[in-house]
């Protein structure tokens, strides 16, 4: 695939980001890379202590840091622990060679968006970052329902407008509030609100929102209004 198509688009253009590649060689081709990419490397450092400092002064929208680092210094996934602690609205991509079941969710439990082999294409790689910042693909996890959840007596699947207006009125939202947020009328508040109470076999708001509370939901509203942000 030509440069031409895989530039940055304006949403990721100009985005700043910190390198930080235990070799050398794989440092000067990200750069490279990034640069291309549209991105504006503000550092670049072989060592992930130094890129803990740097991340905490500078406060960048990304992280690019590969997985193995010199003896003695912090592994990239580590780097990923420590970046989020001091700057938790930064994104981060963890580079490897390793593709075997431990590596990529020791990564993301860590706090990483995204993991990836350096053998994939240049392609890939812009691809990730384009959607870190500017999402359009959504991939289900294994095994996962989509979308939405069920509750445990096998209710209908909520969808995720269902789960987003439930989330908000949980939180104490009043359908006129709901509707100038989500930009819908009442009576389509009250159409949702009705399928969800249906669905979880509740009656009333109160209800629906000690269901919510139960089942986790106020937090994983709060995640899905910021993944669609």
């Given amino acids: 695939m030509g440069e031409a198509h895989w530039r940055m688009t304006e949403s990721t253009a100009d985005r700043t980001v910190i ?23 503000v550092a670049r450092t072989t ?4 890129a803990a400092e740097l991340i905490e002064q500078i406060r960048p929208d990304l992280l690019i840091t590969g997985e193995e ?16 602690a001091s700057a938790p609205s930064i994104k981060s991509i963890v ?29 890939d790689f812009a691809t990730a970052i384009r959607q870190l910042f500017a999402p359009t693909l959504f991939f289900a996890a294994p095994g ?12 209908a699947v909520l969808t995720p407008r269902e789960l987003e207006i439930l989330q908000l009125a949980a939180e104490g939202h009043s359908n006129a509030e709901l509707a100038q947020r989500l930009w819908v009328t ?8 009705s399928n969800v109470y249906r669905k979880i076999s509740v009656s009333n708001r109160t209800e629906a ?11 994983r509203g709060q995640l899905m209004r910021e993944a669609v942000a």
């Fill in 19 to 41: 390198l930080v590649e235990g070799r050398t060689f794989w440092l000067s081709t990200l750069e490279q890379t990034a640069w291309r990419l549209g991105l504006r490397v």
């Fill in 95 to 123: 580079l490897s060679s390793r593709s075997d079941d431990a590596h990529a969710p020791r990564a993301f439990a860590a706090g990483a968006d995204a993991y990836m082999l350096r053998r994939g294409r240049r392609e």
């Fill in 144 to 155: 996962a329902a989509l979308p939405g959840i069920t509750n445990g007596a096998g209710a």
């Fill in 186 to 193: 009442e009576q389509t508040v009250k159409f949702h609100l």
């Fill in 69 to 84: 680092m010199p003896e003695g210094e912090p592994d990239g996934v580590a780097l990923v622990g420590l970046a989020r």
């Fill in 209 to 219: 929102s000690r269901w919510a509370q139960q089942h986790g939901l106020l937090d």
């Fill in 47 to 50: 060592s992930s202590g130094r």
